[in-house]
């Protein structure tokens, strides 16, 4: 269980226990004896929870509005998607830190699916407790996979945020593949008519319907482009740890970005290959993807997919 979560339940607990203290103001009373002992029990508990350090992913989805009924049911339809979406926006948030490809459409590459597991229905609410397995041996850093879990939380935030600065700030900060994923999740979101409570080990946060609805609308906005061009210039790297690539154009400054399965694959088998295009003139084939709001460019990305020896204007001039 997230240790935010951990922590109020225990804070709640110890609060009726100092309850029934107060009932119980003989200090040789039995029943007194034992809510003592189950207070010193939670304040250790609480104590031991400050030093906790988790290394592996724990969430709360909770829900409230049209799909839930009383504190016990939810419609299935709308908890299958909305469990699928949530694992959709955390698996994007992971391929974007390992720098891999992510064009606006198309599978996910496979080692960055989510491994998000339903551990448990949360107490008192309508809810999913969502956790990493853990590793048979303690992990010292933290898991890729819990580092997006909690960005996911802050993307929903920054996103859903009055503040159109913040919206801003972190739309340019996003691949188009997370954005969609966003979309689609706020789509379900306001089309149920839901109201979200996400909880992490750090984080708590609501998003109301007034936060639905703006989150919706401002990405319903965004359009996502995807176009292919050619460039000749120098491939400066290949980075197949990263997924990613440094290309000089023949026709302007440095630029880089993620590289596409097919090509790192071939990079890390073909030695031939690798030497024939790193440091060369090449010409490369990128996708380009183009985020734009309401007609504004808001970010745009080059997905080097191919290369081939040779840059002709590069050769002519030699």
């Known amino acids: ?80 998607k909305i469990l699928d979406n949530y694992q959709l926006v955390v698996s994007t948030l992971v391929a974007e830190r390992a720098g891999a490809e992510l064009g606006a459409r198309g599978q996910l590459p496979r080692p960055f699916a989510s491994k998000l597991f339903i551990r448990d229905m949360v ?14 041996q303690s992990q010292l850093l933290t898991s890729v996979l819990k580092d997006a879990v909690d960005e996911a939380t802050h993307v929903l935030q920054d996103l859903s945020s009055p503040d159109v600065e913040r919206f801003y700030t972190r739309l340019q900060k996003l691949s188009p593949r997370t954005i969609g994923a966003v979309k689609k999740m706020a789509k379900s979101l306001h089309d ?30 965004i359009e996502v482009a995807e176009t292919h061009e050619t460039k000749i210039g120098i491939l400066l790297g290949l980075f197949p740890d990263r997924q990613q690539y440094e290309f000089k154009p023949d026709d302007g400054p440095v630029f880089y970005g993620p590289v596409s399965e097919a090509l790192d694959a071939r990079y890390l088998s073909d030695q031939d290959f690798a030497r024939s295009i790193i440091l060369q003139a090449v010409t490369a084939s990128f996708l380009v993807v183009t985020t734009l709001r309401a007609g504004q460019l808001q970010s745009q990305e080059r997905v080097l997919e191919d290369v081939k020896p040779g840059g002709l204007r590069l050769l002519e001039r030699t």
């Open 1 to 80: 269980m997230p240790a935010l979560m951990t922590s109020q339940m225990l804070q709640d607990d110890l609060a009726f226990v100092e309850e029934r203290l107060r009932e119980h103001t003989e200090p040789h009373d039995t029943v007194r004896f034992m809510w003592e002992q189950r207070r010193n029990a939670l304040l250790e508990e609480i104590e031991n929870l400050g030093s906790r350090r988790d290394t592996h992913a724990e969430v709360a989805l909770m829900f409230e509005g049209a799909p839930v009924k009383g504190s016990e049911e939810i419609r299935l339809d709308f908890a299958t």
């Open 192 to 221: 149920a008519g839901a109201i979200t409570k996400i909880v992490s080990d750090v984080v708590e946060f609501r998003l109301d319907m007034v936060g639905t609805t703006s989150l919706y609308q401002r990405l319903t906005e």
């Open 123 to 136: 107490r008192g609410s309508v809810g999913f407790l969502l956790e990493e397995p853990q590793q048979p």
